[in-house]
């Protein structure tokens, strides 16, 4: 008799606390999101205050003038990419950074993956879905792993190039800003 009791006090409680708990959708986080190359970057910001600010210590060079589109490198090794800028109206509406630049082993590419997955969290970034998507031609193939966690996602990019001068494979992890719909 005494365990039914247990039971149905028990069963009471779990449905007297179930009923105060309210269960919502994830929120949006309180922190704004935002990037960093060479200075914390929030979708919006101004073109031209952002290209003067990373001028100042990075190689800041336009790629085209339709997208307005940027690649910030490092001064002294132009070949070694900070991030990737996009502009419309003359607003950053895509920011991506690299995490890495080929060349790393399998602890740097954990520690990159590690650093890139930290920045989501500490933004409060923890409700976030994944897809893996592929793309082929008889040139190449490459595969992405994308978290997206709000305006932000971390992207692991693949590519197997299988022939030409650049034949071989390469693995990059970006931390990208957007507010396009397709980049």
């Known amino acids: 008799m005494r365990p039914r009791i247990l039971a149905i006090i028990l069963l009471a ?30 979708l919006g910001m101004p073109r031209d205050a952002i290209i003067t600010k990373l001028s100042e210590n990075y190689r800041v060079t336009k790629v085209q003038a339709v997208p307005d ?19 419309q109206g003359g607003k950053l509406t895509y920011a991506s950074r690299s995490w890495t ?26 409700s ?31 590519t197997n190039v299988l022939n030409g001068e650049a034949k071989g494979q390469q693995v990059s992890i970006s931390e990208i800003l957007s507010s396009e719909a397709l980049r």
């Open 101 to 126: 630049q080929g060349q790393e082993d399998k602890y740097a590419f954990a520690q990159a993956l590690w650093g890139a997955m930290s920045q989501m969290e500490s933004e409060g970034q923890h």
């Open 13 to 42: 409680v779990t449905q007297a606390a179930s009923a105060q708990v309210k269960i919502t959708p994830a929120t949006k986080p309180s922190i704004e999101a935002s990037i960093w190359i060479g200075m914390s970057l929030q």
């Open 69 to 87: 589109d940027w690649v910030v490198a490092e001064k002294s090794n132009p070949e070694i990419w900070e991030g990737y800028l996009g502009f």
């Open 128 to 158: 976030c879905f994944f897809e893996v998507p592929t793309t082929r031609s008889p040139a190449a193939e490459i595969r992405y792993v994308r978290f997206y966690c709000g305006a932000k996602r971390i992207e692991i990019m693949l």
